[in-house]
């Protein structure tokens, strides 16, 4: 424990890999509760909640259910007590950095066998062991399965992940060629290699009630990203190592190269319709109203508070003591500006959705239970005993580990890219107008821009779509505001 007086309450926590067919194990939820419990009555504290994890990886903290029971410390509860040291954190830095936080919040966490314990400096070094322990454990399950998935791809020739479209799996597990689906491919591909826009193809494609194998539409990101794919040309990849002609091909060399060279014609703006990819997104940060925008001569656009006018009229009927506004000059570095920073925040959503892999933990738990099965088994009397049932049983045992390591990659691949996502990764100057407003209004909610001499990155607020912001809307009655940013 890590508080210095007697706890008198304390929070159950669960994290839990995959609870069916495991109710013999620690991994139960109903047989942690059951150590949690004894625990706590050994020593005259009361549990006053539960919080559970339900197939989350303990390679992170951020797990809603221990993000939950920690906003309680010290308030509802003295502390968390887990069942294991591992169940809290399967990583030493984590894990030592939880202790320290909940004890500088006047908390503790403790586990039911043991591995926690930091009430004298030897046991400190014996709980730091623990969880360097339970580290190198899961980094021998990634090493393993990154080797697996080698070994798949150059031995059995085997795309790893989950099978793009276009493809199917046949029963050695490779991938083959889905008829249906390889035509809307090299469909896509001709059509991107004449210059036509992701935004149309995707379109027609949806208006012709293409969909994939979930019934989800093949938007425009998913189409670049299928234009980009080397998988198509029957490649397979380990790291930055590939295999040519490890399945079927669905489009040749020539029609790749054209593809993925061609840039989307440039429509000239509809009418009514502004060429500007900030378009609905600027706002003032004296009011938060949205910033009207005013066409230059020269074509380049000006931005100001619609108490001002970029134009010189006022079209606002609210007041703004500090209305902002952005000269055509700084328009052009507002563009950059936020483009940098949606990037950023796509780059960060896809470095958190990495670390919580919502399956590694079947995969792992899948793992363990063959290593275990075959350590069993391994020995000599155990083979003469066996007998002929021996070598299946090897090889079940096998075929398990080997699920287990593909669930472990699978899992470790990013979550399916949001809209947008993909497309700030790419160059922008393949993208037309249309690309690049959608790509953008992914990731971003709204642009704050300040009054005042200061250079205008340091007048700018962008703000993500994870946010909660109450600004005033088209439609609907607001209230003028000044922004102090998000609290």
């Known amino acids: 424990m890590t508080s210095d007086t007697a706890p008198k309450t304390a929070l159950a926590y669960l994290r839990v890999s995959d609870d069916r067919g495991r109710e013999d ?162 469909e896509v591909f001709k059509r991107r290699a004449a210059a036509e826009g992701w935004g149309q193809i995707s379109t027609d494609l949806r208006a012709r009630g293409i969909r994939d194998r979930y019934g989800h539409s093949l938007t425009a990101q998913r189409l670049g990203n299928i234009v980009r794919r080397r998988t198509y040309l029957g490649e397979a990849f380990h790291g930055a190592k590939r295999v040519v002609d490890a399945h079927p091909a669905i489009v040749d060399e020539a029609l790749f190269a054209a593809a993925n060279r061609a840039a989307p014609t440039v429509a000239s703006p509809r009418k009514g319709v502004s060429p500007d990819v900030l378009v609905g997104l600027v706002r003032c940060a004296g009011c938060s109203y949205g910033m009207s925008s005013h066409r230059q001569r020269n074509g380049s656009l000006s931005r100001a508070c619609r108490t001002t006018g970029a134009g010189g009229g006022k079209t606002a009927s609210h007041d703004c003591d500090q209305p902002a506004k952005v000269s055509p000059r700084e328009n052009a570095e507002l563009v950059e500006v936020v483009w940098e920073r949606a990037t950023e925040m796509a780059n960060a959503a896809r470095a958190r959705r990495a670390d919580e892999h919502p399956d590694r933990d079947r995969g792992e738990a899948m793992i363990a239970e063959a290593k275990a099965g075959k350590d069993e088994i391994a020995t000599v009397e155990m083979r003469r005993s066996l007998g002929e049932r021996w070598a299946p049983m090897m090889d079940e045992l096998d075929e398990l580990e080997q699920r287990g390591l593909e669930i472990v990659h699978d899992a470790e691949q990013p979550a399916v890219t949001p809209a947008g996502e993909l497309l700030l990764a790419t160059e922008r100057d393949g993208l037309d107008l ?32 994870d946010a909660v912001l109450d600004v005033p809307r088209p439609g609907r009655r607001g209230v003028a505001r000044r922004w102090v940013g998000l609290v």
Request: net charge neutral.
């Open 25 to 186: 194990t620690l991994q139960s939820p109903a047989i942690q509760r059951a150590a949690i419990d004894a625990w706590c009555a050994q020593r005259g504290i009361r549990v006053v909640g539960e919080y559970e994890d339900r197939n989350r990886s303990g390679g992170v903290l951020t797990r809603p259910g221990l993000i939950a029971a920690r906003k309680l410390i010290p308030q509802s509860a003295d502390g968390i007590v887990v069942a294991r040291g591992n169940r809290a954190s399967r990583m030493t830095i984590d894990g030592l950095n939880l202790i320290e936080e909940l004890k500088a919040e006047g908390g503790f966490i403790a586990a039911a066998d043991g591995s926690i314990d930091t009430s004298t400096p030897m046991m400190r070094m014996v709980t730091t062991m623990n969880f360097a322990q339970a580290q190198r454990e899961l980094e021998d399950v990634r090493e393993q399965a990154a080797a697996v998935h080698a070994r798949a791809i150059f031995a059995k020739r085997r795309h790893m992940g989950p099978r793009p479209y276009g493809y199917t799996r046949d029963d050695d597990h490779r991938l083959a060629v889905d008829d249906a689906e390889a035509a809307i491919v090299v």
């Open 434 to 465: 249309d690309e690049a407003r959608e790509a953008l209004r992914a990731v971003v909610q709204a642009v704050f821009v300040r009054s005042g001499d200061a250079p205008l990155a340091d007048r700018v607020d962008v703000v993500g779509n």
